[in-house]
C-alpha cells in the first residue's frame, strides 16, 4: 500500500482512498498502479476510482490480467439542484416566424465556453456551443507549448543575491504583530455532503441576509412572509426570498421567482420600467433580495416596483493603525510554472529587502509590516488540459519546497499570511480550510499564517476580507454588464449583494457548510482578491478594493481567450492613512 501511494506521491498525484483500494485488489498492484501512471494524459492533483475505471476501457490496457472488481463503498454524492418549472408570460411564435440562422456570436460566449473547459465545470450550453468548440478545439501551432521528451525538469528558482544595506533601518521592525483571526472555516468545517447540509446552510444564509434587510433597509421593515401575500390588507408588498429562478421572457420582461420557508412567489420586471429592468438584470441565482412590488389584477403575478439588495453603508466608517505601517497584497504566484515572472520576482525580493530602488520606494519596502498571499502560491497539477506542457516543476511537493525557499528570503520583521485557491493542495469546495501540515511545515522558520478561504482577519485593527476569488467568474458570466477583466465592478456587485458566491452550480464548487461562510456579514476595511490576475485599486463606501495581480506571464489559455494578465505589480496599504498605492515590478527598478 505504501509503495503505491509513494508512487503517485512522486508524480504530484492524490489518489482517493477507494481508488487505493482497487488497485489493492489487482493481481499486481503495483505494476497495475506503474501502468495506470503510464496512460494518463495528465498528472490531476486528485485521481479518482472513476478515472482508474476509464483507463482501463482504453486498449492500451485492454489486456492487463483483471480480478472480480471488488465492492466499495461510494462516497454519498452530492444531491442535484432541483429543477424548477418557468412560468410562460407569452406563447411561442409560430414556427414560421423562428429563424434557423445562429445568432452571431459575442465576446462573451466565447468566453463563456472556453473558460468552462478550463474549469471542467459544465456551463449551460446553447446552440452556439459546438461552433465555439471547434473554433477553439485546436488554436494555432505557434500557440502550443510544447515539450521534448527527454526534457529534464527546471531545476528549483534559487534564491537571489542579497546585500546588507548601510544605514537600511526598516520602520516595521521597530513595531510587534497584531493579527487577529475573525472568521475562518479551518477547524470549522461541519458538512458531510448530505441533503440537510444543504438544507441548513441555504436556511442560515436566508436568516443572515434576511435580518440585514429587514434591520437596515427601511423599504422592508414591514416585509411578510409569502404565505401572507394574498391576505395582505395592502396591495402594497414587502418580501424578502431566496431567488430560486431567473430568466428573460420572451417579450423582453425579467421573471424573477423567489421563496422563503412558508412559500414561493413569482415576480416580474417589465421591460416598459427600464430602471427596475437594468437592476432585475443584476438579479442572481440563490442569492437574497428584497422586493417592493404591487399584486397583478389576476392575483398571480408580483409586479416588481424596486429590487433591495442587502448592500453596505453608504459611508463605511474605515479603522485605521495608530502606527505607520503597510500591508503589501502578493497574490497568484504560480510557482511551478514555466511563466513564473523570475527576474520580477526577483525585483521583488531585492525591494523588499532594501537592495532595490530610489529613498522613497526603500522607505515604503520598510514600513511593509504584512505580506497577505491570497491563493494560487503554486501551480498546480491536473488543473486545465495540458498543463503539464506549462510546467517547469511537475511535483506538486517541489512547487511548494521551491515558494518556501523564496520565502525564506522575506525579512523576519515582516509577517506572512498564507490562503489557498483553485490551483493549491486542498479541497476544490469553498470555503476552503487552509494548507495542512505537511505543507505549512516547508515554511517552517518564518512568521507565516496560514488561513482557509476566504478569511476575515485584522492587522493592527484593520479588518481585511481576504478571498481569492473563483466566483469572479460565475459573477461575470451571470451578470449581464459585468467583465472578467474588470474585478473591482464585480467586487462592489458582492459588496452590493453582501456574499462571495451566492451561485450553487456554477463554476465555483461550494461546500454544505452549516454556516454560510461565504456571506459579507461584516463589512471590511480592506476586500481583497486575485485569480483573474490583473492589478486594480477602487473604493466602494469607504471600503478599499484591491484585486492583487499575479507573477505569471500569459498562459496559453489566456492567449485563447485573448485575455493579457496585469503581472508584476504589488499593492500596498498604508494601515495608518488608508491610502494605497501600487509598486510596479514589471518595469526595471533602479
Known amino acids: 500500500m505504501k509503495a503505491i501511494l509513494k508512487l503517485f506521491s512522486e508524480h504530484g498525484t492524490f489518489i482517493q482512498p477507494e481508488a487505493v483500494t482497487y488497485i489493492s485488489t489487482r493481481e499486481h498492484p503495483k505494476e497495475f498502479a506503474s501502468l495506470l501512471l503510464e496512460n494518463l494524459k495528465e498528472?490531476?492533483?486528485?485521481?479518482?476510482?472513476?478515472?482508474?475505471?476509464?483507463?482501463?476501457?482504453?486498449?492500451?490496457v485492454k489486456n492487463l490480467p483483471t480480478l472480480e472488481e471488488p465492492t466499495i463503498k461510494q462516497p454519498i454524492n452530492e444531491p442535484q439542484e432541483i429543477a424548477t418549472q418557468d412560468v410562460i408570460l407569452s406563447e411561442k411564435p409560430p414556427e414560421s416566424q423562428i429563424k434557423t440562422e445562429k445568432p452571431p456570436l459575442d465576446e462573451k460566449q466565447k468566453q463563456k465556453i472556453i473558460l468552462s473547459k478550463m474549469y471542467s465545470s459544465p456551463s449551460p450550453r446553447d446552440e452556439n456551443d459546438e461552433e465555439i468548440e471547434e473554433e477553439y478545439e485546436d488554436p494555432d501551432k505557434d500557440d502550443q507549448i510544447t515539450i521534448n521528451g527527454e526534457e529534464t525538469e527546471k531545476p528549483l528558482i534559487r534564491p537571489v543575491e542579497l546585500k546588507k544595506?548601510?544605514?537600511?533601518?526598516?520602520?516595521?521592525?521597530?513595531?510587534a504583530p497584531e493579527i487577529k483571526i475573525i472568521k475562518d472555516v479551518t477547524g470549522n468545517s461541519t458538512c458531510e455532503g448530505t441533503t440537510q447540509d444543504f438544507a441548513k446552510l441555504f436556511k442560515n444564509r436566508y436568516a443572515i441576509l434576511h435580518k440585514i434587510l429587514q434591520n437596515q433597509?427601511?423599504?422592508?421593515?414591514?416585509?411578510?412572509?409569502?404565505?401572507?401575500?394574498?391576505?395582505s390588507a395592502t396591495n402594497d408588498l414587502q418580501l424578502i426570498g431566496i431567488v430560486k429562478s431567473v430568466r428573460t421572457t420572451n417579450n423582453g420582461h425579467r421573471l424573477i421567482e423567489i421563496e422563503d420557508e412558508t412559500g414561493e412567489a413569482p415576480l416580474i420586471a417589465l421591460k416598459t420600467n427600464p430602471d427596475i429592468l437594468q437592476i432585475a438584470n443584476e438579479v442572481v441565482l440563490d442569492e437574497i433580495i428584497g422586493v417592493n412590488g404591487k399584486l397583478s389584477k389576476n392575483g398571480d403575478l408580483i409586479i416588481i416596483q424596486n429590487i433591495i439588495f442587502p448592500d453596505i453603508s453608504i459611508r463605511h466608517n474605515k479603522q485605521k493603525a495608530e502606527v505607520p505601517i503597510c500591508a503589501a497584497f502578493l497574490s497568484d504566484i504560480h510557482m511551478g510554472s514555466k511563466?513564473?515572472?523570475?527576474?520580477?520576482w526577483h525585483a521583488f525580493i531585492k525591494w523588499i529587502n532594501g537592495n532595490l530602488g530610489n529613498s522613497r520606494q526603500k522607505d515604503v519596502a520598510g514600513k511593509v509590516k504584512y505580506l497577505v498571499i491570497p491563493g494560487d502560491i503554486v501551480d498546480g497539477i491536473g488543473i486545465y488540459p495540458n498543463q503539464e506542457k506549462e510546467l517547469s516543476i511537475k511535483d506538486i511537493y517541489r512547487q511548494y519546497e521551491a515558494l518556501a525557499l523564496q520565502m525564506q528570503q522575506i525579512p523576519d520583521h515582516i509577517s506572512i499570511i498564507i490562503q489557498p485557491g483553485n490551483h493549491d493542495a486542498v479541497?476544490?469546495?469553498?470555503?476552503?480550510?487552509?494548507?495542512?501540515?505537511?505543507?505549512?511545515s516547508l515554511f517552517s522558520g518564518k512568521e507565516v499564517h496560514f488561513v482557509g478561504n476566504p478569511c476575515y482577519f485584522s492587522l493592527h485593527s484593520v479588518e481585511v476580507l481576504s478571498y481569492h476569488g473563483q466566483s469572479l467568474l460565475d459573477y461575470a458570466t451571470n451578470v449581464q454588464h459585468l467583465r472578467y477583466n474588470e474585478p473591482i465592478e464585480i467586487m462592489k456587485?458582492?459588496?452590493?449583494?453582501?456574499?462571495?458566491?451566492?451561485?450553487y452550480g456554477g463554476y465555483t464548487p461550494l461546500a454544505p457548510e452549516h454556516l454560510d461562510h461565504m456571506i459579507i456579514d461584516k463589512v471590511?476595511?480592506?476586500?481583497?482578491?486575485g485569480h483573474v490576475h490583473l492589478a486594480a485599486l477602487d473604493d466602494y463606501r469607504g471600503v478599499t478594493l484591491i484585486n492583487a495581480s499575479s507573477w505569471q506571464a500569459q498562459t496559453t489559455y489566456q492567449k485563447m481567450l485573448n485575455f493579457v494578465p496585469d503581472s508584476a505589480k504589488l499593492p500596498i496599504v498604508d494601515l495608518k492613512t488608508g491610502s494605497a498605492t501600487t509598486m510596479d515590478f514589471s518595469q526595471q527598478i533602479t
Open 524 to 529: 471590511p476595511d480592506i476586500f481583497v482578491t
Open 165 to 175: 544595506i548601510k544605514g537600511w533601518k526598516p520602520l516595521a521592525k521597530e513595531y
Open 493 to 503: 456587485v458582492m459588496l452590493k449583494k453582501r456574499h462571495l458566491a451566492p451561485i
Open 427 to 440: 479541497r476544490p469546495a469553498e470555503p476552503q480550510p487552509a494548507f495542512a501540515k505537511e505543507i505549512q
Open 43 to 60: 498528472y490531476p492533483l486528485v485521481l479518482t476510482l472513476d478515472q482508474i475505471k476509464a483507463i482501463e476501457q482504453t486498449s492500451l
Open 339 to 344: 511563466m513564473f515572472l523570475e527576474d520580477q
Open 217 to 231: 433597509r427601511r423599504e422592508l421593515m414591514n416585509a411578510l412572509p409569502i404565505n401572507r401575500i394574498k391576505k
